[in-house]
């Protein structure tokens, strides 16, 4: 019988690039979003990409617990990946009770719901964001992670522990030890710490989709270059860097989705090591801010008008992987060169004008 996961948040940039890729590795998916921040646009292209005309698609809020447990109760779920949270750093210092509270209940209550229905895989999407300013470079699973920089950071801080300390509580969780309560379940966990996921699937059906001025570099840098924006502003150019511009790890999107479908298969086959376990999801390869741009003129044959501006509050100098964990133990590796993927981003924007 194929396994059956489900995707909190499905509808989404991430959650729709894995989606594909759990259909096509031969899982059945239910994807949940209550599409606060997205519309049905990427769940079509799904469809489309996937030829799969019937993916179940639930439109809840998992926040709302008793949707959540429905949900587990409709359908038998083998994992979870949850997708489902705010994402926007400066919103976040803003907003915070938003973020606490949406991010947080909606995870709790996943877990609750996949405990309560006799114990679930979870798939937590962590960020590169834990682990702050450092000065040791690559980071590895065990760099200690700084003190969050925003409530965003923090909820992914949070939420990793949660995640944490319910696999321990739940580890002996069986029929015979929990007697008159045997719905309930131990619950399995990977974190996946994401670095900058960039670009979109090479059918250009599905992509980011930022709601007005995106707050990221690559959708940023395609809005400019397509006309929707005047000018992309670097933000500093005085950083200890080679090229004075900030170092990221840009991870592409569907590199990052298949490392979703190893680490599922890792769950649902058993072949964990450790109840909860930690990987970083990113190419082990630093890319400057400058570099990415002129990466992108050149692939696409396009000019991009820029400036450099000052620094942007809370951003980190330099921060790149060490992927050997995810490699060992996953068996899986980033493959998609930047050029390929800032095409690919590229493409998308077109599509998205309808110029393609
Ligand atoms: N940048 C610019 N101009 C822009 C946008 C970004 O120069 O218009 C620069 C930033 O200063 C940074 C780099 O491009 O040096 C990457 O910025 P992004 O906003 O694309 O990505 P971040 O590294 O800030 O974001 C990552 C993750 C987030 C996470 C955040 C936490 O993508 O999900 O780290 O700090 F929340």
Same mark, same amino acid.
């Given at each position: 019988?194929?396994?059956?996961?489900?995707?909190?948040?499905?509808?989404?940039?991430?959650?729709?690039?894995?989606? *594909?890729?759990?259909?096509?590795?031969?899982?059945?998916?239910? *994807?949940?979003?209550?599409?606060?921040?997205?519309?049905?646009?990427?769940?079509?292209?799904?469809?489309?990409?996937?030829?799969?005309?019937?993916?179940?698609?639930?439109?809840?809020?998992c926040?709302?617990y008793?949707?959540v447990?429905?949900?587990f109760?409709?359908? %038998?779920?083998?994992a979870v990946?949850h997708?489902?949270?705010?994402?926007?750093?400066?919103?976040?210092?803003?907003?915070?009770?938003?973020?606490?509270?949406?991010n947080l209940v909606s995870f709790l209550n996943i877990l609750d719901a996949s405990k309560n229905h006799g114990g679930c895989n979870v798939l937590f999407?962590s960020?590169?964001?834990?682990?702050? $300013?450092?000065?040791?470079?690559?980071?590895?699973?065990?760099?200690?992670?700084?003190?969050?920089?925003?409530?965003?950071?923090?909820t992914?801080q949070i939420s990793e522990d949660i995640l944490r300390d319910t696999v321990k509580a739940t580890a002996a969780y069986g029929?015979?030890v929990m007697?008159?309560?045997?719905?309930q379940g131990p619950v399995k966990g990977i974190a996946?710490?994401?670095?900058?996921?960039?670009?979109?699937?090479?059918?250009?059906?599905?992509?980011?989709?930022? %709601?007005?001025?995106?707050?990221?570099?690559?959708?940023?840098?395609?809005?400019?270059?397509?006309?929707?924006?005047?000018?992309?502003?670097?933000?500093?150019?005085?950083?200890?860097?080679?090229?004075?511009?900030?170092?990221?790890?840009?991870?592409?999107?569907?590199?990052?989705?298949?490392?979703?479908?190893?680490?599922?298969?890792?769950m649902?086959?058993?072949?964990m090591?450790k109840d909860y376990e930690i990987?970083?999801?990113?190419?082990? %390869?630093?890319?400057?801010?400058?570099?990415?741009?002129?990466?992108?003129?050149?692939?696409?044959?396009?000019?991009?008008?820029?400036?450099?501006?000052?620094? %942007?509050?809370?951003? *980190?100098?330099?921060?790149?992987?060490?992927?050997?964990?995810?490699?060992? $133990?996953?068996?899986?590796?980033?493959?998609?060169?930047?050029?390929?993927?800032?095409?690919?981003?590229?493409?998308?924007?077109?599509?998205?004008?309808?110029?393609?």
């Open positions: 019988m194929k396994k059956r996961v489900l995707v909190s948040g499905g509808a989404g940039y991430i959650g729709s690039h894995v989606t *594909v890729e759990l259909i096509q590795a031969g899982y059945d998916v239910v *994807v949940a979003d209550n599409l606060s921040n997205c519309d049905l646009t990427c769940f079509e292209g799904v469809k489309k990409i996937t030829g799969k005309d019937d993916i179940p698609f639930e439109k809840i809020d926040c709302d008793d949707a447990d429905r949900l109760s409709e359908f %038998r779920i083998d990946i997708f489902a949270a705010f994402k926007a750093v400066g919103e976040s210092v803003a907003e915070p009770l938003k973020y606490y509270r949406n999407s960020s590169a964001t834990v682990y702050g $300013e450092t000065d040791v470079l690559p980071v590895t699973e065990q760099s200690p992670r700084q003190p969050a920089t925003s409530p965003y950071g923090n992914k029929a015979e007697a008159g309560m045997d719905r996946l710490r994401y670095f900058n996921p960039i670009g979109a699937h090479p059918s250009a059906l599905i992509g980011e989709l930022p %709601r007005g001025v995106p707050n990221n570099l690559v959708p940023y840098i395609t809005q400019t270059a397509i006309g929707k924006r005047e000018c992309l502003s670097i933000f500093g150019n005085d950083y200890p860097t080679p090229d004075g511009t900030c170092q990221r790890d840009y991870i592409d999107i569907v590199d990052l989705a298949k490392a979703h479908v190893a680490a599922v298969a890792r649902v086959e058993g072949k090591k990987f970083n999801v990113g190419t082990g %390869r630093p890319v400057s801010v400058l570099e990415l741009v002129n990466a992108f003129e050149k692939v696409n044959g396009v000019k991009l008008n820029y400036k450099f501006a000052p620094r %942007r509050a809370g951003d *980190v100098t330099a921060i790149w992987a060490d992927p050997t964990l995810a490699e060992k $133990e996953l068996g899986w590796k980033a493959v998609r060169t930047v050029e390929e993927t800032l095409a690919s981003a590229w493409a998308w924007e077109k599509h998205l004008a309808g110029k393609a």
